[in-house]
């Protein structure tokens, strides 16, 4: 038995959540790791906006916040929107792996 996926609405409303979000947390990530470690918050911006291997790691950490997203979503029973955060979500896999990986 197969189920097909069907795109609609609610699933692009849910990619879009899961594509932004994590780009809204990166700061509040940045400052908590500055925090926790004494470091500068510029610090830690500029090395950031600097170092391709420490903005992958970054952004790794701040896609942790869209499991809250998909939680809340998935216990109100808004399957479509929970399965668009994942997508969304997943979106930065390709970029985490490149920088990981093969470079």
Known sequence: MTRKIKWNARMT???????????????????????SQNYMFS????????????????????IIPNLLWFYMFL??????????IIIGS???????VYINLIR
């Open 90 to 96: 997943a979106l930065f896999l390709p970029y985490i």
């Open 13 to 35: 409303v849910g990619t879009i959540i899961g594509v932004i979000s994590p780009f809204l947390f990166i700061p509040l990530t940045i400052g908590l790791i500055a925090w």
């Open 43 to 62: 610090t830690l911006w500029t090395k950031f906006q600097n170092d391709i291997m420490v903005q992958s790691k970054f952004i790794s950490l701040s």
């Open 75 to 84: 216990n109100r029973e808004r399957y479509d929107i929970a399965r668009g």
